[in-house]
């Protein structure tokens, strides 16, 4: 188990970008 682990998998991502893409991508989804 990683640290953060309770954290959702967006939160993880090596890219901030990604973070807010994934946002975006649920709020419009």
């Known amino acids: 188990v990683r640290e953060g682990g309770l954290e959702p ?4 991502a090596p890219d901030p970008k990604s973070c807010v893409i994934k946002s975006l991508d649920t709020q419009i989804a």
């Open 9 to 12: 998998p967006h939160l993880s």
